[in-house]
């Protein structure tokens, strides 16, 4: 996989989006937790700059310091992924592919990242969760033998990886990596698929009245796997990040949203945004050291 190193420009300044999808952009912030409900958000940037009119999502924290996103410029057939180094104020072409690569996530050896890839087989277009080094030496691999049809996913452990399946309905697995193994969780939930602090998985579940729960499952328990719900989700929303302390973040709108079960009784508004002209948040990522990085369009 060929690297390409350029600089690209943190705007600080409003940018106007346009609305038309699928484009989006990726803005950061640094946040500072002043008391349960009291967050300031400080040292904007608009990190898609050298793509401003085109697709860019999916951000993911590998460190303090390096975001992963999935872009399609305007001249690819294909988005792909690239490493943003904040520090150095830099972008990197991770993949070069005619397939399309979303949702990059490092894995739990730390030597490996994930990516869903977008294949095309003769006339068949194919879902499937790959691997690839960190050091990008060799192309990559399936990270199953069979399985396919993973639109997201979280990694449990080394061996086990949480798998939103793309059927009718679609459904929340746990998958074995080892035998392809599925152990059917819920269905009809959302895309946002988190492991929580204390090693529980939380998702969202979605319902035909269209009043989502965000939901709590243990996985210690194997002949117990009951989600609990933890909290109505923000109206119309399935996307979520958590903070080091556990408690969760959603957008709605221009405004972000805090909830922490053990010290809140309902959604904590926590920021408006709409003065860099984010009016319509979903996607979000949080770094250990709380920069927090947001999708918007």
Known sequence: MPKYMVSFVMLLSVFT???QLPQSNIYLFDVKQVSDSLFEFTHPQFLTGFNPNGY???PAFFSNDELYISAQLPAMQQPELYLLNLKEKTKLRVTETQEGEFSAMRMPDYYNFSAIRQEYINRDTVIRLWQFPLDRLT?????????QGIGYYTWVNSKEVAVFVLDNPNYLALANVDTDELL???TNVGRCIKKLPNGNLTFVQKNEQGIWQIMELSLYRRTNLTPQPIITSLVGAEDFALLPDGSYIMGKGSKLYKFNRFRDEDWVEIADLRFYNITNIFR???SPDMKIAIVAN
């Open 284 to 286: 979000l990522a949080i």
């Open 17 to 19: 989006l346009r609305a």
């Open 56 to 58: 860019n999502n999916q």
């Open 139 to 147: 192309n990559g691999k399936p990270v199953f033998k069979y399985l």
């Open 184 to 186: 059917p969780l819920a």
